[in-house]
C-alpha cells in the first residue's frame, strides 16, 4: 500500500490483484469519514486515478452525500413531482427517462455520471429518434440533475454542457401550416352540423387553446355584455401514480401566467351558436334524464360529462378527410386566428397578445412572426411613403413578349 499525506488518500493492492484508489471526501450527519474509491488494474493507473480524483475534490466536483443510483433518485423525483412542474410534463419526463435512460445509466450511481456519459446516451438515441424526442430526453435528466444539485446529491448539473440536438432537413417539422381564409370558409361551411362544430369556432373566433375551452362553464359566458371569462384550461391528463402505473384524469388548473386570465368579447355571430349549442345541450339533458352529470360545462358529452379532446379530435380530422381539407389539429386554428389576422393587418399584434393570453408581444412575435410573413406588411406600409404618386406599369406582360413588339414600333424595324 502506498500512502500519501493526510487528506490525500492512498492506493491499496487488492487481493484480486487489482489496485484501488481511496481519498476522503467528507464526514456523514455521524461525523464518520466518507471515502470515493476507484480501481484500475496497474498500480500506475490507480496513482493516476487517486489525482484525477484529489483535483475534482479540489473543483468541489465530489459529493460526500450517499451513494444513490440515478434510477432511484429520478423515480423519487418524477413519483413525487412538484407545482413547480405540472403532472403532464412529469409523465412525458418520466415515459423518456423510463425507455432510453434507465436501460443505460439507471444503474450508476447519480453522482459520478458524466456530461461525457449523457452527451453519448443523447447521440444513441437520436441515431433512431427524432431531435424532438432527444430535446426532450434532455429536459427531463435536466430536471432531475437539477433537483439532485439542489439536494446536493451532484456537484453541478452535467446536462447544462451537452449540446441540444437540431433537426435534420428531412425531418417535418410538427406544427402544420395555418389554414388561409379560404381553407377556413369552407371547413365552416361542410362542418355546421357537426357535433364539433360550436367547439371550433369558439377557438377560430377567439384563437383560445382547446383547454380553454374546454374548461369553460356557463357561468363564463355574459350574452349581456358579450364577454367570455378565461380563467383555467382543463385536460384529460395520464397521471403516475406512486407506483409508477398511470391513471387518466380530468385535470382542471389555473392558466399559467396571469397574462392567460382575460376577457375576450364575443361578436352576435358567435353568441347566436353558443345560444343554438346551448338549446342542443338542453335536449341531450332531457334525453339522458337521470344519467346526466350536472358540471355546467359549455362543451359536455351526451350526458354532461367533461370531454377528452382525443374525441372531438378524431372528429375534426374525419370532417378534413371527408371534404378535401388540408389536415390541420385543434391548436393550428389558433395559429390560423392569429396568422390570418397579422397578415391583414400587422399592426394588430399587441391586440392579438393580450388575446392570445401572452405574457409580452416579443412571445407573440416569436411564435407567429414567419407564418404571418410580418415583414411584408412594413415594405408595404414604406412603398407607399416613398412612392406615393407610383402608377402600374403600362403592362405586366414578361420581357420576352415585350421587347419584341417594342423592337417593331422602332423606325428601323418597320417595313417601308
Known sequence: ??????????????????????????????????????TANTKAHAEDMRRKMIKAKEDRQLIAGPQVTFRKYAEQVLLSPTDQVGLKTVSGYFCNVKNYAFPVIGGRPIRDITTEEIQQLLDNVRRTKSASTVNNLRAAL?????????AN??????????????????????????????????YMEVARDSKVFSLTMMMISTGMRVGEALALTWDDVDFDTMEIDINKTASYESVIQSDATTVRRHLVRDPKTAAGYRKLEI??????????HQQEQAISRMAADEKWVDGNWVFTSN??????????????????????????GFHDLRHSFTTILLEEDPTRIAMLSKAL?????????????????????????????????????????????????????????RRQ
Not at 435536466?142 to 439542489?150: D, E, G, L, M, P
Request: cysteine-free.
Open 1 to 38: 500500500m502506498t500512502r500519501s499525506p493526510k487528506g490525500l488518500g492512498s492506493v491499496t493492492k487488492l487481493p484480486s490483484g487489482k489496485y484501488m484508489a481511496k481519498i476522503p471526501i467528507g464526514k456523514d450527519s455521524k461525523g464518520k469519514t466518507r471515502y470515493r474509491t476507484k
Open 142 to 150: 435536466s430536471h432531475i440533475f437539477t433537483r439532485a444539485h439542489k
Open 153 to 186: 446529491m451532484v456537484a453541478f448539473n452535467p446536462v447544462r454542457l451537452t449540446s441540444k440536438a437540431k433537426r435534420a432537413s428531412y425531418e417535418k417539422p410538427r406544427k402544420a401550416k395555418p389554414w388561409t381564409l379560404e381553407e377556413l370558409t369552407r
Open 267 to 276: 361578436t352576435e355571430p358567435m353568441l347566436d351558436i353558443l345560444r343554438l
Open 303 to 328: 350526458v354532461g360529462s367533461t370531454v377528452d379532446v382525443a374525441n372531438p379530435r378524431k372528429t375534426f380530422y374525419k370532417i378534413q378527410e371527408l371534404h378535401g381539407i388540408r389536415r390541420i
Open 357 to 413: 393570453g401572452h405574457s409580452s408581444m416579443a412571445i407573440t412575435l416569436d411564435v407567429y412572426g414567419n407564418t404571418a410573413k410580418i415583414e411584408s406588411g412594413a415594405t408595404k406600409a414604406m412603398s407607399k411613403l416613398i412612392f406615393p404618386n407610383h402608377q402600374p406599369a403600362v403592362t405586366k406582360e414578361p420581357p420576352h413578349k415585350v421587347i419584341p413588339v417594342v423592337l417593331a414600333q422602332m423606325p428601323w424595324g
